[in-house]
Structures are given as C-alpha cells and as structure tokens.
C-alpha cells in the first residue's frame, strides 16, 4: 500500500507558474498519474510517468505548458504547470498505478490517491 501527499498548490494569475509536488511512501514499482477535477466536471487525467520506462504523457490541454518529473531519491514527482489559464483551475490529485505503467490514464485504473491540493487561477 502506498500513501501519497501532494503539495505546492495555491492561488496564481494567469500566465503564472505553480510546481506541485506528490510525495509517496512507496514509489519505484508504481506509475505516479496527475488529475483534476473542476467544478461539477468529472475526474480526468493531466499526465503520467511510467516506472517501468520512465515515459510520460500529458494531456492535450497541457501539452508544451506542464511537465512532470520524478527524483527517485525522494521519492517524490512533481508536476511543473507554467503559463497557467483560468481553465487549469482545479483541484489536482496525485495518484499511483501498481502496474507501473500509468496508462490508460483514468481514474479507476489507479490504486491509490492524495487527497489532493487546489489550484486556483484568476483572469
């Protein structure tokens, strides 16, 4: 079983930048996966990193303006969002896939969650 807690979220204006982190108690074997989940919108992935081959994927929203990471050493991924949009607003949840491959990234094929940290972006 593996805790996760993310960090780093907060308030920004548009075009700002926020580094989220997610730090596990168990990490090399799993996929670490970023969601969102807005208001009255459904759970939906942002990006991954596999452990298996240290791939990522992003979203098409967040393609060219995120980037994820991970430092083995500290057992932690991050999740680097610059020129951030009012739409980006949400709550981000970090999540870990046991498979270690991350994809498909949806929610219900990740085994364990954060409790998840908000990001809010004002116009």
């Known amino acids: 079983e593996a805790q996760l807690v993310e960090s780093g979220g907060g308030l920004v204006q548009a075009g700002g930048s926020l580094r989220l982190s997610c730090a596990a108690s168990r990490f090399d074997d799993y996929a670490i996966g970023w969601f969102r989940q807005a208001p009255g919108k459904e759970r939906e992935g942002v990006s991954y990193i596999s452990s298996r081959d240290g791939s990522t994927n992003y979203a098409d929203s967040v393609k060219g303006r995120f980037t994820i990471s991970r430092d083995n050493a500290k057992n932690t991924v991050f999740l680097q969002m610059n020129s951030l949009k009012p739409e980006d607003t949400a709550v981000y949840y970090c999540?870990?896939?046991?498979?270690?491959?991350?994809?498909?990234?949806?929610?219900?094929?990740?085994?364990?969650w954060g409790q998840g940290t908000q990001v809010t972006v004002s116009s």
């Open positions: 999540a870990a896939d046991i498979t270690g491959w991350g994809f498909p990234q949806i929610p219900d094929r990740y085994d364990y």
